[in-house]
């Protein structure tokens, strides 16, 4: 079964606000366990709670608006895609260690859902980025999140092969950039793309210094806007980015430090079969990129500073701070 990297962020985005909630709930604990298990479409998080902390777990729920029945564990359901490949992880437990505003977590899964771990590269990202995700492939989620044209689709699919790329959201509007290696892109081939029944020409180019900028205007989205694609290469690394200005900004990234950040934990880690790390934002904008229609979640999530997952084969790592 292909996994694709999207539904996986979205499964995790449910447990990150669970681990939220648990990080108030046992801050006075130095460790506790978490259990992940699933049956059919639901899933269920097991915690225990000492006594000690009974009281404070109640005061918490409240501010929740949660009911006390969480305390013998807490449901949620996917939909069918989903909960396939969730289920495919569990049972996973996680043993959770606790300081002030902070939660650092390890566990294991049951299966392997990426097969290799793979280099991590010392990248700059722009100043805006609130979300870098590090995974094998990027194709299929590129394919679901566009309304590209079949030829454009085929291009992408025949350049996004090399395995270790990376999904940047951030700025404004939250645009992503997805970031690959490619071996000879043939850019060229983009100058005779057309839409699909339709004969304008979709490619336009522009340059900047020694940066050549490959613009393509794709179908008007749902929303009735019409998208840019913005592609460009520097060294060994191709940049697609979803809008014009989402390019500008990782172009300025790699120009002028000034503008631009790196994930301290993104160096420290070096390989991983798929990591995470994201940064707290009160953008609207951001939370529907990442949370699609599990709106549910936004209060627990506003909470989050920081967060990061590691995945290594079947053991991962990770941490949380909180506001």
């Given at each position: 079964?292909?996994?694709?990297p999207?539904?996986?962020?979205?499964?995790?985005i449910?447990i990150i606000?669970?681990?939220?909630?648990?990080?108030f709930t046992?801050?006075?604990r130095?460790?506790s366990n978490?259990?992940?298990t699933a049956?059919?479409?639901?899933?269920?998080?097991s915690?225990?709670?000492?006594?000690?902390?009974?009281?404070?777990?109640?005061?918490v729920?409240e501010?929740?608006?949660?009911?006390?029945?969480?305390?013998s564990?807490?449901?949620?359901?996917?939909?069918?895609t989903?909960?396939?490949?969730?289920?495919l992880?569990?049972?996973?437990?996680?043993e959770l260690?606790f300081?002030?505003n902070?939660?650092r977590?390890k566990?294991?899964?049951?299966h392997?859902?990426?097969p290799?771990?793979l280099p991590?590269e010392n990248l700059t990202?722009p100043?805006?980025?609130?979300l870098v995700?590090?995974?094998p492939?990027?194709k299929?989620?590129?394919?679901?999140?566009m309304?590209l044209?079949?030829?454009l689709?085929?291009?992408?699919?025949?350049?996004?092969?090399?395995q270790g790329q990376?999904?940047?959201?951030g700025?404004?509007d939250?645009d992503?950039?997805?970031?690959f290696?490619?071996?000879?892109?043939?850019?060229e081939?983009l100058k005779?793309?057309?839409q699909?029944?339709?004969?304008?020409?979709v490619?336009?180019e522009?340059?900047e210094?020694?940066?050549?900028?490959?613009?393509l205007n794709?179908f008007a989205?749902?929303d009735?806007?019409?998208?840019?694609?913005?592609?460009?290469q520097i060294?060994?690394f191709?940049?697609?980015n979803?809008s014009?200005?989402?390019a500008?900004?990782?172009i300025n990234?790699?120009?002028f430090p000034?503008?631009?950040?790196?994930f301290?934990a993104?160096?420290k880690t070096?390989s991983?079969?798929?990591a995470i790390?994201?940064?707290?934002?009160?953008d609207?904008n951001?939370y529907?990129f990442?949370?699609g229609?599990q709106?549910?979640?936004v209060?627990?999530?506003?909470?989050?500073?920081?967060?990061?997952?590691?995945?290594k084969g079947?053991?991962?790592s990770?941490?949380?701070?909180?506001e």
């Amino acid at each position: 079964m292909k996994l694709n990297p999207q539904i996986i962020l979205g499964s995790l985005i449910v447990i990150i606000a669970i681990l939220t909630l648990i990080v108030f709930t046992t801050a006075n604990r130095p460790k506790s366990n978490l259990l992940l298990t699933a049956s059919e479409n639901k899933f269920k998080i097991s915690f225990n709670i000492g006594a000690n902390n009974q009281k404070y777990f109640s005061e918490v729920l409240e501010k929740f608006s949660l009911p006390t029945t969480v305390k013998s564990g807490f449901e949620f359901q996917l939909d069918a895609t989903s909960s396939a490949r969730l289920a495919l992880i569990t049972p996973a437990e996680a043993e959770l260690n606790f300081s002030p505003n902070k939660i650092r977590y390890k566990g294991e899964i049951s299966h392997e859902l990426f097969p290799d771990e793979l280099p991590i590269e010392n990248l700059t990202f722009p100043k805006t980025t609130r979300l870098v995700v590090f995974a094998p492939n990027f194709k299929e989620f590129l394919n679901t999140k566009m309304n590209l044209p079949s030829e454009l689709t085929t291009w992408i699919n025949r350049t996004l092969i090399n395995q270790g790329q990376y999904l940047v959201v951030g700025g404004q509007d939250s645009d992503f950039t997805i970031v690959f290696k490619s071996t000879n892109p043939d850019f060229e081939s983009l100058k005779n793309l057309k839409q699909n029944g339709n004969s304008e020409p979709v490619y336009k180019e522009e340059s900047e210094e020694n940066i050549t900028l490959h613009l393509l205007n794709l179908f008007a989205d749902k929303d009735g806007k019409q998208p840019t694609l913005a592609l460009f290469q520097i060294g060994q690394f191709i940049f697609l980015n979803s809008s014009q200005s989402a390019a500008q900004e990782m172009i300025n990234a790699q120009k002028f430090p000034n503008l631009a950040i790196k994930f301290s934990a993104l160096e420290k880690t070096k390989s991983a079969s798929f990591a995470i790390y994201m940064d707290g934002s009160n953008d609207e904008n951001f939370y529907n990129f990442i949370l699609g229609r599990q709106k549910n979640y936004v209060n627990q999530l506003a909470k989050v500073k920081h967060f990061e997952f590691i995945l290594k084969g079947k053991r991962f790592s990770g941490l949380i701070n909180i506001e």
